[in-house]
């Protein structure tokens, strides 16, 4: 501790050049924050799925629809627990780029299903009772400022009503919030019977199901045994679980999202180069302050230290205000205001991000550090 | 007497910039960091935005300003269409589209989705399967078939993008696919110049109508029209016709504008991300030049004493940071271009809910404002440090010996 004021000294030495090295490795963390949280979006928040739950689709394509009379056969298969089914509604909310997930639901049995969709008691009842009453994720209710009572007009472009016209009126009866960081809070959810009532064709079909069942470890095996009823049938599904479906859906976009994130880790790691090498630089310049340190008693391993410490001291303040300015960044929302399903920094990264800046802090010190310990005196002092 | 001065201005400028670049070699470490910050950016910019470029430029030389695509109205793609075979007769039967012995250049086509595993990942992907009639190869008169043969009428083959047999398995000529419950060969394999359709399979639309249950309903009809000028007359007399209800487009709109929402993610993503990299790339310049002055105090003290300028020294050290930056933006715009330009990836397209295959696109464009961006990056870092230079107190630097 008492070597603080020697560190400090040597770190106000050049003052711009402290600066500048602090602002570089400062920019590479918020880069690297940033970055793991749209990478995260990207790959649809796939982590916080859940392990017991199935999602049964058509055969040929998850656009295709299924009849809703499936319900009950899938219901009455072994390890099977609850069944909900779920269709793309699609509509647009004043202008197409404000494109958020609208889906028609059987608002008991869908709540079931996800029950990390926190509803309070109330607005739970008052949504069950109100056919045409919709509930709304905290992040696109903030998006377009709705509160609980508001009139939302959604422009169908699929589902054309009975009367021929497009416009399908609800009432926002409820907002969620989701039990995790990654539960996606953009959904639009609604009745499905309002749906199927006034839709002008496709009648008595809905899009796809979700299952709990009772084993997530016997996934495969309950999957198949759900594909081979209706093998043969008009109409033939497929069902995985939640998370491949997820993976799968995501990795449709994925080659841009791993393509950015191989760009970027390349340029992150240049940038740490560069700070790198400053500070490793400027170790060099004071070669003999460092023998003058030897002259006066320093041990080799206490001038190791202490050059070892300036470079972590650099990289830990750098990198702490880079991670931090990223969390606050993250925190202001997403680049596309609101349409991610999920944005938030990961845990995981933030570790990872930590483990970074030790790395940092040890590979900038280590080579100027080891020649510091080595160095003799005499040869020092005589290159001046 | 003005031409002599600035004469001797220049003659200064030249000989201070030339020391200064002889001297380069004896910092070339911290020399090689700026080049290397300034190249990764300029990297990063130009391959963010060459993949954005390359996806627009995809979809928009995908349609042809004379032929118009025709759908039902208030939807925005041809999946939501619908569209009954009345329709698509009085839509080829309107004025402005053109004709041939066979009859009007009008394609009435299904457009539907089928799984298919991407090669890359191994995971399904969407596919777009396009169900035409046999004038859709005149209306789209790009097409050629490179490999095999056209499908015939009434069987089930397919013919596919060589786009889509790049990205997708199981696409290869004389492989049979499985889609449901009928099984199509593929027959042909057709190019259409890296446009959308690449990304597409194709089948007679009169087989594909009973496979997908769709009876005798269509989605869209592509029309060849007489010149891009005919069609106002067209869309007019489509929209005022009471029997129908439909959307007008041509072609190239309706592509154009499914790339629009996907390039300003791209393009504002890419340019804050570099934008973030070149503050950084900045502060390494910053640093290059400031210790590239300091190591140079006695030179540069020694110069003003003989009488040379101080605009002489500033201009000497901004040549040098410029030249650092240029060296870093070529660089950097050589890797972007031989790493990334024809690069084939594919992207899920939001609107047509299916991949579109693309490859990216290193402009010359991109690459002068990636060169632009490096030269800013170094007129910055080198501005601070030569004033500074130019300011060295003469004496007190002398002193410093």
Not at chain 2, 12 to 40: D, P
Not at chain 2, 97 to 117: C, H, M
Not at chain 2, 300 to 317: C, E, M
Request: net charge neutral; with cysteine; aromatic share 10%.
């Amino acid at each position: 501790m008492r070597f603080l004021p020697l560190i400090w000294s040597s770190l106000r030495r050049k003052k711009f050049r402290t600066i500048f090295t602090l602002l570089s490795i400062l920019v590479a963390f918020v880069l690297f924050g940033y970055l793991a949280a749209i990478n995260m979006a990207f790959r649809l928040g796939v982590d916080v799925t859940g392990a017991d739950r199935l999602v049964l689709t058509h055969k040929v394509s998850l656009i295709l629809p299924l009849p809703f009379s499936y319900l009950a056969r899938i219901q009455a298969i072994p390890g099977v627990v609850d069944v909900a089914h779920a269709t793309w509604f699609g509509g647009i909310y004043q202008e197409p780029s404000n494109f958020f997930p609208q889906m028609a639901v059987e608002p008991e049995s869908y709540l079931r299903l996800y029950p990390e969709f926190l509803l309070s008691e109330e607005e739970r009842r008052a949504w069950f009772a109100n056919r045409t009453g919709a509930i709304a994720g905290r992040s696109t209710a903030e998006r377009f400022g709705w509160k609980v009572g508001d009139r939302i007009p959604l422009q169908a472009t699929i589902w054309r009503k009975k009367d021929g016209s497009r416009t399908w009126e609800f009432t926002l009866e409820g907002i969620y919030d989701g039990a995790e960081k990654g539960t996606d809070t953009t959904q639009f959810l609604f009745h499905y019977d309002y749906l199927d009532e006034a839709r002008a064709f496709g009648e008595g079909l809905v899009g796809w199901y979700i299952i709990r069942i009772d084993d997530p470890h016997r996934a495969a095996e309950i999957a198949e045994r759900i594909d081979n009823t209706f093998a043969n049938s008009p109409y033939e599904t497929k069902t995985s679980t939640e998370k491949a479906f997820v993976q799968a859906f995501a990795k449709q976009i994925g080659d841009i999202g791993t393509i950015i994130a191989a760009i970027l880790s390349a340029v992150f790691f240049t940038i740490l180069l560069v700070a790198g090498n400053t500070m490793a630089q400027s170790v060099r310049e004071r070669t003999s302050e460092l023998a003058v340190l030897k002259t006066l008693g320093y041990s080799s391993r206490l001038v190791l230290t202490l050059v070892l410490a300036e470079s972590f001291v650099l990289a830990g303040v750098g990198g702490g205000l880079g991670l931090g300015l990223a969390w606050w960044l993250i925190q202001q929302g997403d680049p596309t205001g609101g349409g991610l399903p999920v944005f938030y920094f990961p845990l995981r990264d933030l570790l990872l991000g930590i483990g970074f800046i030790g790395a940092l802090g040890l590979a900038a010190g280590i080579l100027p550090g080891v020649q510091a310990m080595r160095l003799r005196i005499v040869d020092a002092l005589r290159r001046t | 007497m003005v031409g002599f001065s600035l004469f001797g201005w220049i003659s200064q400028v030249t000989t201070v910039t030339l020391l200064n670049l002889r001297t380069l070699r004896e910092r070339r470490g911290s020399s090689a960091v700026a080049v290397i910050g300034v190249a990764g950016v300029v990297t990063v910019f130009v391959a963010v935005l060459s993949m954005a470029e390359g996806f627009r430029a995809t979809l928009a030389t995908t349609g042809s300003p004379d032929t118009a695509i025709v759908m039902r109205g208030g939807t925005d793609t041809e999946m939501n269409s619908v569209l009954f075979r009345e329709d698509t007769r009085i839509i080829a039967d309107a004025p402005g589209v053109l004709r041939t012995a066979e009859g009007p250049l009008a394609s009435a086509e299904l457009f539907v989705i089928v799984d298919l595993p991407k090669r890359s990942t191994g995971t399904v992907a969407n596919v777009a399967l396009r169900g035409v009639q046999t004038s859709a190869f005149q209306v789209r008169d790009k097409l050629r078939i490179v490999e095999g043969r056209r499908f015939e009428p009434g069987r089930n083959e397919v013919i596919v993008g060589a786009g889509a047999v790049r990205q997708f398995a199981g696409l290869e000529l004389g492989s049979l696919l499985h889609l449901g419950k009928t099984e199509w060969r593929v027959v042909g394999i057709f190019s259409t110049g890296g446009t959308a359709a690449e990304s597409e399979i194709w089948c007679d639309a009169s087989v594909l109508q009973p496979a997908y249950r769709r009876g005798s309903s269509f989605q869209s009809v592509y029309a060849k029209l007489v010149s891009p000028e005919a069609f106002d007359e067209f869309k007019e007399a489509l929209t005022t016709d009471p029997r129908l209800n439909v959307k007008v487009m041509r072609e190239s709109e309706y592509y154009a504008e499914q790339s629009r929402l996907l390039h300003s993610i791209i393009t504002g993503l890419g340019t804050l991300v570099a934008g973030l990299m070149g503050i950084g790339a900045v502060f390494s310049s910053l640093n290059t030049m400031y210790s590239a002055v300091s190591a140079r105090t006695r030179e540069i003290a020694t110069l003003r004493a003989l009488g040379f300028g101080g605009g002489p020294v500033v201009v000497s050290v901004l040549v040098e940071s410029l030249l650092l930056a240029l060296v870093g933006g070529v660089l950097g715009g050589a890797v972007a271009y031989f790493g990334f330009n024809e690069l084939h990836t594919t992207t899920l397209n939001w609107q047509s809910f299916s991949q579109v295959a693309f490859a990216f696109a290193v402009t010359p464009a991109l690459l002068v404002q990636g060169i632009l961006y490096a030269l800013v990056m170094g007129l910055i870092g080198g501005l601070f440090p030569a004033i500074r230079a130019a300011r060295l107190p003469v004496a007190a630097a002398l002193r410093e010996l």
